[in-house]
């Protein structure tokens, strides 16, 4: 382990930024999965894009609430320049920037896989992030994350948009939730929460067949002790999929818990030892009353990261690690 990522962690081929939408979609459709997901495809795609004209920016992003009201001119002024650095990709150089200064025409920039939608020619976005895959950029195109600046909160703020290969940021720790999705090594998975006998209630935790592993106060059980458990406690449910994993399950409880290490490594619980991407000890799942992910162990960071999908707007701040499609890029900011 170390602090350098690896730029293989980039290869589109091998890595969680291949990720198709409509495949995980399909993958995880039955796990209640994140919202406007469930609705991608390439139709709703060119219906969407093809309406977004550079003059109705502006007026889209109004109607959602997405722009904050600004009411002196001096703010603009005051307005830091956003600088984005390739540090690794399959398809950009190395150093590359990605430039923005919010102005009083516009404060918000899309990125996808394409400039221009497929019907009309419009233009969609301000800046590209190809994968190497051409068929994949035409599949994918629309507008796949946007950056804003938030005039009275005087912060950038950015949010993938559901369609492509999805954006994730570099995280120490994350607080999991239903549906959390996290990108590790060239693996994703996704959580479930639940307490008590909801666990036998919930469509996505009745089929106890297809769990891989039961894991109780830090060691694995059997599926006959694990029923037998007094219910009065937390579970957590992961599925791990892509990579080496095969759509592998393990449910956790939290009573008399100890922490669970996912990695290459012999000792860990949930082990993937052919993914070279991991590392030894990739991971750590805590319970403190709530259930978190600690990146790799005891204080020492993974390689390559854990990435937590930004399906919510997330602050940008000084060097931030963003990661999409085939590219890994640094948050900076200037002031003039």
Request: with cysteine.
């Amino acid at each position: 382990m170390g602090e350098q990522i690896s730029k293989d962690s980039c290869n589109c081929a091998d890595s969680p930024q291949y990720l198709n939408t409509n495949n995980y979609d399909n993958i995880i459709n039955h796990q209640q999965a994140i919202s406007h997901f469930d609705i991608i495809n390439t139709t709703l795609n060119d219906q969407l894009t093809e309406k977004k004209h550079p003059q109705s920016y502006q007026a889209d992003l109004q109607q959602t609430n997405k722009i904050s009201p600004f009411q002196h001119q001096e703010q603009y002024r005051k307005t830091p320049t956003l600088i984005l650095r390739v540090i690794a990709s399959a398809t950009l150089d190395e150093n590359q920037i990605f430039e923005f200064q919010p102005n009083h025409q516009s404060n918000v920039i899309y990125f996808g896989c394409k400039y221009k939608n497929n019907r009309g020619g419009y233009k969609i976005n301000d800046f590209k992030i190809p994968s190497i895959d051409n068929k994949l950029n035409k599949k994918n195109r629309g507008q796949h994350f946007y950056i804003k600046y938030d005039y009275q909160n005087q912060n950038f703020r950015i949010k993938d948009l559901g369609i492509g290969f999805g954006c994730f940021f570099k995280a120490s720790e994350i607080q999991l939730q239903n549906n959390t999705l996290i990108t590790m090594g060239s693996m994703y998975f996704t959580t479930q929460i639940c307490y008590g006998q909801d666990l036998l209630r919930l469509p996505s935790f009745n089929n106890l067949y297809d769990v891989k592993e039961f894991i109780v106060s830090g060691y694995p059980c059997d599926r006959q002790q694990f029923l037998s458990l007094d219910r009065d406690q937390w579970y957590l449910r992961i599925q791990l999929y892509g990579g080496t994993a095969k759509d592998d399950v393990y449910i956790l409880s939290s009573k008399n818990y100890l922490p669970v290490t996912i990695g290459r490594n012999i000792d860990c619980l949930i082990r993937y030892y052919d993914d070279v991407l991991l590392s030894k000890y990739q991971c750590t799942i805590l319970f403190d009353g709530q259930w978190k992910i600690i990146d790799g162990i005891e204080g020492k960071s993974s390689t390559n990261g854990t990435w937590l999908y930004l399906k919510d707007e997330q602050i940008l701040k000084e060097n931030m690690l963003l990661k999409t499609n085939n590219t890994i890029m640094e948050v900076n900011f200037k002031l003039d």
